[in-house]
């Protein structure tokens, strides 16, 4: 199960990680993965009801590149963690 202890690295797509949550910040439910932010970025894994993998969803506030920048680098982040 991936954790926010899991999140080793310091930066997601060339910035600084700002936050890692594993639970909703307004009134601290489990989002059952986790999530990690930047200033102009962020990304939620977790797993998938029916399928054994995890589901990435993902934004960038800088446009499709930062965002394609984003999704790799939150594959690498959750396949390592998961390794």
Same mark, same amino acid.
């Given at each position: 199960?991936?954790?926010?202890?899991?999140?080793?690295?310091?930066?997601?797509?060339?910035?600084?990680?700002?936050?890692? +949550?594993?639970? *909703?910040?307004?009134?601290?439910?489990?989002?059952?993965?986790? &999530?990690?932010?930047? /200033?102009? #970025?962020?990304?939620?894994?977790?797993?998938?009801?029916?399928?054994?993998?995890?589901?990435?969803?993902?934004?960038? +506030?800088?446009? *499709?590149?930062?965002?394609?920048?984003?999704?790799?680098?939150? &594959?690498?982040?959750? /396949?390592? #963690?998961?390794?």
């Amino acid at each position: 199960k991936l954790s926010s202890d899991d999140v080793t690295v310091t930066e997601l797509a060339g910035e600084p990680i700002t936050a890692v +949550l594993s639970h *909703a910040p307004g009134n601290g439910a489990a989002i059952g993965g986790i &999530k990690v932010t930047t /200033d102009n #970025a962020w990304f939620a894994a977790r797993p998938s009801g029916t399928e054994d993998k995890y589901k990435i969803y993902a934004e960038s +506030l800088k446009g *499709a590149e930062h965002l394609a920048e984003v999704q790799t680098a939150a &594959k690498s982040l959750v /396949d390592a #963690a998961l390794a």
